[in-house]
């Protein structure tokens, strides 16, 4: 599959051992913030600082395809005061980060119905997702204003509208992910155990992993704890 050794060899080092792509969900920043007495924006601030460090070393370790959960579309029914804070940092940081991914000749992809962002939000993510676009190979996906159900029945539409008969691959290509791999791991903090809406088709043998921390406090030697649990497991895809 994705690996460079045996999935059964338990002593490999992470980095040996790495799936192509990881998928994370990002959850617990407002209850960090809670638990330390501030407000939730803070913990959006911190979450916001621990992804780009965190989308630094998933690169660093070989992974290609990175995907977070940034924002989806139920986040969106808020508060208006902390959706405007984390339209806010996305402005801050998105433009500075953007280029270093840039720098590493990576590619910048948005998943979601941007078209329900504020305007300048929307300027800002098509001219680096076009700035990017000529990069393969790594990939960063920033799941903003996302469902995965509303990706599927975007997807059903687009197919019906052209009046094709899709097979799964054909589908598969119709998704925001369109000729990217399926993550292999999808990793959520924050001890909550469900997909919450998030690729729920990419998923479909993606393996999944579950972190008590919260996401500000997840850190490069927890997701390397993750891959090596990655590393640890069979994956037999349905077969023997």
């Known amino acids: 599959m994705n690996t460079a050794v045996d999935n059964k060899d338990k ?3 992470p980095a040996a051992c790495v799936p192509a792509h990881v ?3 990002m959850d617990g920043n407002g209850r960090w913030a809670k638990s330390r007495l501030m407000p939730r924006s803070y913990g959006h601030l911190k979450g916001m600082e621990r992804m780009i460090g965190l989308l630094e070393h998933a690169f660093d370790v070989g992974v290609r395809y990175v995907t977070v959960y940034a924002l989806s579309t139920e986040n969106l029914s808020r508060p208006k005061e902390e959706v405007d804070a984390l339209f806010g940092l996305f402005r801050k940081y998105f433009n500075e980060y953007a280029r270093k991914i840039i720098e590493r000749e990576s590619r910048l992809c948005i998943l979601g119905d941007v078209t329900a962002l504020p305007s300048d939000i929307q300027d800002m993510v098509a001219e680096i997702e076009s700035q ?3 990069f393969e190979g790594r990939c960063v996906n920033i799941a903003l204003n996302y469902g995965a159900r509303d990706e599927i029945v975007r997807a059903v539409n687009l197919a019906a509208e052209r009046g094709e008969k899709v097979d799964k691959e054909s589908f598969s ?7 990217q791999p399926d993550p292999d791991l999808i990793i959520r903090t924050g001890k909550e155990k469900r997909l919450s809406n998030f690729l729920l088709w990419q998923a479909a043998y993606a393996e999944l992993y579950f972190s008590d921390k919260m996401f500000p406090a997840f850190s490069d030697k927890d997701f390397d704890a993750a891959l090596k649990d990655y590393a640890s497991r069979e994956r037999r895809f349905g077969k023997v």
């Open 11 to 13: 002593k490999t080092s």
């Open 23 to 25: 998928a994370i969900i």
């Open 173 to 179: 290509s119709l998704l925001y992910t369109g000729g």
């Open 132 to 134: 990017s676009r000529r």
